[in-house]
């Protein structure tokens, strides 16, 4: 009888043990949990963000899409993809290549509204790269949504820029029409930027530079001794985004100006006689203040489309410029 309540009262010690341990690890766990929830947003763990490798599209208003295919479908010889979408209302897109796309919507409302409606950058993990800046502080969504373009977010850019993120993922209509849509009209095969008006350099920098990590490119002005456009390229990439500085209420010629788009191409004049030979009456080309060939062209909508040959032909002013 001794022997049997002794191993009762052994087996009870057991259980009492067991639990004190569970409970101790427990606390112990909760307590981790708490430091690092209390802690600084520098001691806890960092999430990492994603590749950011080009510019995706720029998106553009029109209130005349016969011209505006004239311009962008003739005169610059792109092709539309996905078929005809005009008569549902949506954009009608011209290709570049196969990861950028020039979006033309109808809706402009007055000559004095912007014609920019977004411009987007492609990234490899979309949901990933919401969740990186959602750590940052950004305001995003709740999540990458799903859509005809694979994974994309909007967010706002300190200027109030809608600026787009979108994963072309296996089942997006992008990567079903890969090799397709790219004619040999086309006048360039590659968006090497895109501009958008800065009224803040320094909070520009923080959410492109700090917190996106675009990296300074070039920076220039019309004078030696002033900076009015500075050149951010994308991380993982050779695209970059240009911002228009010292812009105070523009006229729409001049919102068009800024607001742009530029195509990449090996040499100016072949481009320039492409263009002319389809009907349309260009200046002459001339070299920018970064040292390239550039044409500049204008839609019926006052937006540039900027030819720009690849490589300076001459010593760019104000800055060195950094190539990848």
Known sequence: MKSMRFEFLRAQFRLLTLAILAATVLLVASQRMARVANASPAARPAVERPPIVGVAHIA???????????????????????????????????????????????GLKSPTEDRLVNIA????????????????GVDVPATAKPGRDGLSFTVQDPDGHS?????????????????????????????????????DRAAADRFYGDVLGFKLMWYGGMKDNRVDWVDMR????????????????????????????????????????????RGYKAEEPKIGRDGKW?????????????????????????SPMIVP
């Not at 016969?66 to 549902?88: I, K, N, S």
């Open 121 to 136: 950058f492609e990234t490899t993990d979309a949901s990933a790269l919401r969740d990186y800046l959602a750590s940052k």
């Open 234 to 277: 994308v991380p993982e990439g050779s695209d970059w985004l240009e911002y228009m500085l010292n812009v105070h209420n523009p006229s729409p010629r001049t919102l068009g100006v800024m607001h742009h788009l530029a195509l990449g191409v090996k040499s100016i004049q072949p481009a320039y006689q492409a263009v002319s030979a």
């Open 294 to 318: 550039q044409l500049n062209l204008y839609d019926p909508d006052l937006t540039r489309a900027e030819l720009m040959e690849f490589k300076p032909a001459d010593k760019p002013c104000c």
């Open 60 to 106: 553009l208003l029109t209130d005349n899409l016969p011209a505006a295919r004239e311009f962008y479908g003739h005169v610059l010889g792109f092709a539309e993809a996905f078929g005809d979408q005009e008569a549902t209302g949506e954009a009608v897109i011209f290709k570049v290549d196969d990861h950028q796309y020039v979006e033309i919507l109808p």
């Open 163 to 199: 600026v787009e993120f979108v994963q072309y993922t296996p089942g997006s209509r992008e990567a079903r029409c890969f090799g397709k849509f790219m004619p040999a009209t086309r006048v360039s095969g590659h968006m090497i930027h895109v501009g958008v008006t800065v009224a």
